[in-house]
């Protein structure tokens, strides 16, 4: 596969992890980046990664109004977006019961509607255009659930939904959209980007307490190299048959196969009062 021209990319969250590794594999390679930033010293030092390359917008993409002003003006005189990835993102983690809706809306917020939000703010480019790719960090809880990270799980099963039902309507425009699901990499994401509610409701320490500790342990030592996956993304970027749905890692292979052949196990099990419900 590969790229063959140069491509201008608008990477959401380039001040570590992926969206760092996505970006340095694209400068390097030769494209040009966009990168949002929540501060002017992380916009400084990405800049300083390639300069005339690298160009950063302090952005939270959040702050929804300001979105499509934020990249109208960073791609005046330059060449428009052609690739977007929507890659800022955060876990919160808490058992259901013990999260208030407040941190379920910023999940949301951030994970979900500011994904759209940038979405919805390159896509009239990109359809008059006739191309673009669109590429979601969604997550393998986007496919397989786990105790205590309710709130997480549902935003990316949103995102994953929400990548598929897009591909459907901008496939005829030349615009694809893939959904990429990382299994456990070696970011911040489990350090200090983590948002944990607070224990209160001892019922749920049994539950609770060891997906916590273990989580905590196995931070920065985690199996996937956020530098391949960047390869990987290179490598799919443009390409004419990049997949709706992508998985990073054997732990998302292993989990999400495991998933779906369980499902597909109870479908078979339930079929029979599944079908009864129909008129005929
Ligand atoms: P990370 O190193 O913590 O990076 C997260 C990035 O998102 C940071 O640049 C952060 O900016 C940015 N960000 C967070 N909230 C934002 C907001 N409201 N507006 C703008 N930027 C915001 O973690 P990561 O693992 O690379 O996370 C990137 C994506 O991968 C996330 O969507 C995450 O859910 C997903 N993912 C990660 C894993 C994993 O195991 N690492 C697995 C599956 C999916 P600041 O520096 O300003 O905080």
Redesign the pocket.
């Known amino acids: 596969m590969g790229v063959s021209r140069k491509l201008n990319f608008l990477i959401?969250?380039?001040?570590?992890?992926?969206?760092?590794?996505f970006a340095d594999a694209a400068l390097q390679a030769g494209h040009s980046v966009i990168g949002?930033?929540?501060?002017q010293e992380?916009k400084r030092e990405f800049e300083n990664i390639a300069p005339g390359g690298a160009k950063a917008i302090v952005?939270?993409?959040?702050d929804f109004s300001s979105i499509d002003g934020a990249i109208a003006s960073a791609v005046e005189g330059v060449s428009p977006i052609d690739v977007l990835v929507n890659?800022?993102?955060?876990?919160h983690e808490g058992a259901l019961e013990e999260s208030s809706l407040d941190e379920m809306r910023r999940q949301f917020?951030?994970?979900v509607f500011?994904a759209v939000a940038m979405i919805k703010a390159v896509l009239p480019s990109m359809r008059a255009r006739r191309s673009g790719h669109i590429i979601n960090?969604?997550?393998?809880?986007g496919f397989i659930t786990m105790p205590g990270i309710a709130y997480?799980c549902g935003s990316?099963f949103a995102l994953e939904g929400i990548s598929e039902t897009l591909a459907k309507e901008v496939a005829d425009f030349g615009i694809k959209v893939t959904a990429v699901?990382?299994?456990?990499?070696?970011?911040?994401?489990?350090?200090?980007?983590m948002v944990r509610s607070p224990r209160s409701i001892p019922d749920y320490d049994a539950v609770i307490d060891p997906i916590r500790s273990a989580r905590q342990d196995k931070s920065g030592r985690?199996l996937?190299d956020?530098a391949k996956a960047a390869q990987v993304l290179l490598d799919i970027a443009c390409a004419p048959d990049a997949p709706v749905h992508l998985l990073l890692g054997r732990d998302a292979v292993k989990l999400v196969r495991e998933k779906m052949a369980k499902m597909g196990e109870d479908i078979d099990a339930w079929e029979k009062v599944s079908v009864s419900t129909d008129f005929q």
């Open positions: 959401t969250g380039v001040s570590s992890g992926f969206g760092r590794a949002t930033v929540r501060n992380a952005l939270d993409v959040t890659n800022a993102g955060y876990g917020d951030v994970n500011g960090i969604t997550s393998m809880g997480y990316k699901a990382p299994g456990s990499f070696r970011t911040d994401w489990a350090g200090r980007s985690q996937g956020p």
